[in-house]
């Protein structure tokens, strides 16, 4: 295993190529992956299910045909416990309530991934049903971050940013619908993109999520790796309701030449931000003046505190609707006593909202992105911060009442949600770190369907101040 450590800690583009130049096979790197898991998972509660038997007979013959030319054949990965279908895995999303559930087909997007050469070695934790911004659901436990194991790795998908934080693979499936890739990406220093809406499909199952509020994607130790991944799994599948503006050339080629042109950076300082959330701004925004793109200080046209209750409308009616979903599909009847309290009480404000009240939300929703989209008319890309405060303690963020509990989250994830709201790109950006060493993310947005532009500054930024050498010690 040690002999395998500096190739476990590689990205997965450099595992592809070492596997591609002979130096080690695909069955080696699972084997030294799985055990690292095993070593250290106890410890992260990362990871929840696992198909270990099977990835190592997927990785221990030659390439299938389909998988030949993939981009990253090999590579291990994880998928979050939360979203599309894995075939033969249990589906718990978290919750007492689908123990032992197991879908029996695969989702479009594991099936790009599998095409993409990734081989999946399991699950990873997350909150119940993706509801608070912090991995500490009461069925599978609460998962740890890498960096300080009293501290919360965020949510909703903080499995996967713990585990590729802890090195159990370089890339793992995320999902964001209010921050869920970009606050556990923030807190435990990985790299997050949440794409623009649609750009990767949800099929066959879902056309969108909660009126287009969850993207699909992954996080990643580094920005080339995100880029590789989008590049393999971006674009429409049969039927779509709708799909992102389409892109010309490749994303990973975008993260390699760097933006082409001084960028137009607006900064939103708060202050009733952490300090150390207000140093990671300025620290980022001198960096990228530095770099030579021109950064202007300037407030947005509004602020996600503005649209809180807005935005637990459709927050509570898309939980409601995925405990109906799932309940229809597992033939189970939903009962509280199966339910964390913050859950049962959304299934249950869900059911009460009027489909009249519901359409008028989305409305004055779709009015807020006209608004934003406008500001970025005048700017390429926006600069704030992912949460309020850095990563809290285990048990801050899941404490107290329904609504202590909401409205605690509402206010840790400050403006993160707008980029959900409008189905713009944002991604967080593990530059800075506070003075006891926690990661704190900096946040950039974009606009609609240009990742490309978020993806070469992160890759600039990478060059910059490179982030691959800072680990945690476990």
Same mark, same amino acid.
């Given at each position: 295993?040690?002999?395998?450590?500096?190739?476990?800690?590689?990205?997965?583009?450099?595992?592809?190529?070492?596997?591609?130049?002979?130096?080690?096979? %695909?069955?080696?790197?699972?084997?030294?992956?799985?055990?690292?898991?095993?070593?250290?998972?106890?410890? !992260?509660?990362?990871?929840? =299910?696992?198909?270990?038997?099977?990835?190592?007979?997927?990785?221990?013959?030659?390439?299938?045909?389909?998988?030949?030319?993939?981009?990253?054949?090999?590579?291990?990965?994880?998928?979050?416990?939360?979203?599309?279908?894995?075939?033969?895995?249990?589906?718990?999303?978290?919750?007492?309530?689908?123990?032992?559930?197991?879908?029996?087909?695969?989702?479009?997007?594991?099936?790009? @991934?599998?095409?993409?050469?990734?081989?999946?070695?399991?699950?990873?934790?997350? *909150?119940?049903?993706?509801?608070?911004?912090?991995?500490?659901?009461? @069925?599978?436990? *609460?998962?740890?971050?890498?960096?300080?194991?009293?501290?919360?790795?965020?949510? =909703?998908?903080?499995?996967?940013?713990?585990?590729?934080?802890?090195?159990?693979?370089?890339?793992?499936?995320?999902?964001?619908?209010?921050?869920?890739?970009?606050?556990?990406?923030?807190?435990?220093?990985?790299?997050?993109?949440?794409?623009?809406?649609?750009? !990767?499909?949800?099929?066959?199952? $879902?056309?969108? #999520?909660?009126?287009? +509020?969850?993207?699909?994607?992954?996080?990643?130790?580094? !920005?080339?790796?995100?880029?590789?991944? #989008?590049?393999?799994?971006?674009?429409?599948?049969?039927?779509?309701?709708?799909?992102?503006?389409?892109?010309?050339?490749?994303?990973?080629?975008?993260?390699?030449?760097?933006?082409?042109?001084?960028?137009?950076?607006?900064?939103?300082?708060?202050?009733? $931000?952490?300090?150390?959330?207000?140093?990671?701004?300025?620290?980022?925004?001198? $960096?990228?003046?530095?770099?030579?793109?021109?950064?202007?200080?300037?407030?947005?046209?509004?602020? @996600?505190?503005?649209?809180?209750? +807005? @935005?637990?409308?459709?927050?509570?009616?898309?939980?409601?609707?995925?405990?109906?979903?799932?309940?229809?599909?597992?033939?189970?009847?939903?009962?509280?006593?199966?339910?964390?309290?913050?859950?049962?009480?959304?299934?249950?404000?869900?059911?009460?909202?009027?489909?009249?009240?519901?359409?008028?939300?989305?409305?004055?929703?779709?009015?807020?992105?006209?608004?934003?989209?406008?500001?970025?008319?005048?700017?390429? +890309?926006?600069?704030?911060?992912?949460?309020?405060?850095?990563?809290?303690?285990?048990?801050? +963020?899941?404490?107290?009442?329904?609504?202590?509990? #909401?409205?605690?989250?509402?206010?840790?994830?400050?403006?993160? %949600?707008?980029?959900?709201?409008?189905?713009?790109?944002?991604?967080?950006?593990?530059?800075?770190?506070? *003075?006891?060493?926690?990661?704190?993310?900096?946040?950039?947005?974009?606009?609609?369907?240009?990742?490309?532009?978020?993806?070469?500054?992160?890759?600039? #930024?990478?060059?910059?101040?490179?982030?691959?050498?800072?680990? %945690?010690?476990?």
């Amino acid at each position: 295993m040690s002999g395998f450590d500096d190739i476990l800690n590689s990205d997965a583009v450099a595992q592809s190529d070492l596997i591609r130049q002979r130096e080690v096979t %695909p069955h080696e790197l699972v084997a030294a992956t799985i055990q690292r898991i095993e070593r250290l998972n106890l410890t !992260v509660n990362a990871v929840v =299910s696992n198909r270990y038997e099977d990835a190592l007979l997927e990785a221990r013959g030659p390439a299938p045909e389909h998988v030949k030319d993939a981009p990253l054949w090999g590579v291990p990965y994880l998928y979050k416990d939360l979203g599309p279908s894995c075939a033969g895995l249990p589906a718990t999303v978290g919750s007492a309530f689908l123990d032992g559930f197991v879908p029996g087909h695969d989702s479009e997007l594991v099936q790009r @991934f599998r095409r993409a050469g990734l081989l999946l070695l399991g699950k990873t934790n997350t *909150a119940e049903f993706g509801v608070l911004p912090t991995t500490e659901p009461v @069925f599978t436990g *609460a998962t740890r971050n890498p960096w300080k194991l009293e501290l919360s790795a965020g949510g =909703s998908s903080g499995g996967a940013a713990a585990a590729v934080a802890a090195g159990f693979a370089p890339v793992a499936h995320a999902n964001d619908a209010g921050g869920s890739i970009r606050i556990p990406a923030s807190c435990c220093g990985v790299f997050g993109l949440k794409p623009t809406r649609a750009r !990767v499909s949800m099929g066959p199952d $879902l056309g969108d #999520l909660m009126n287009g +509020l969850a993207a699909e994607f992954i996080v990643s130790r580094s !920005v080339r790796d995100s880029a590789a991944v #989008l590049d393999a799994v971006a674009g429409p599948a049969l039927g779509e309701p709708y799909f992102a503006p389409p892109v010309s050339g490749r994303f990973l080629d975008a993260v390699r030449s760097g933006p082409k042109r001084p960028l137009r950076i607006a900064v939103t300082l708060d202050r009733q $931000l952490h300090p150390e959330c207000t140093r990671a701004i300025k620290e980022t925004a001198a $960096l990228c003046a530095d770099l030579g793109h021109e950064v202007v200080t300037d407030e947005l046209p509004v602020r @996600f505190s503005e649209l809180h209750e +807005l @935005f637990l409308v459709v927050w509570a009616a898309g939980v409601s609707s995925a405990i109906s979903s799932y309940a229809a599909l597992s033939r189970r009847e939903p009962k509280p006593e199966r339910f964390e309290e913050v859950t049962w009480w959304l299934y249950e404000e869900g059911r009460r909202i009027s489909a009249a009240r519901y359409l008028m939300t989305i409305t004055r929703l779709q009015q807020v992105s006209r608004r934003l989209a406008a500001f970025h008319e005048r700017y390429d +890309l926006h600069l704030s911060t992912v949460t309020s405060e850095p990563a809290p303690k285990l048990g801050v +963020l899941n404490s107290g009442t329904p609504m202590e509990q #909401l409205n605690r989250a509402l206010e840790f994830v400050a403006d993160t %949600p707008l980029a959900n709201l409008t189905g713009q790109p944002a991604m967080s950006v593990p530059l800075y770190q506070s *003075a006891d060493g926690t990661p704190v993310g900096a946040h950039f947005s974009g606009r609609v369907g240009d990742e490309a532009c978020l993806l070469s500054l992160a890759g600039q #930024l990478e060059k910059a101040r490179p982030w691959a050498a800072r680990r %945690p010690v476990l």
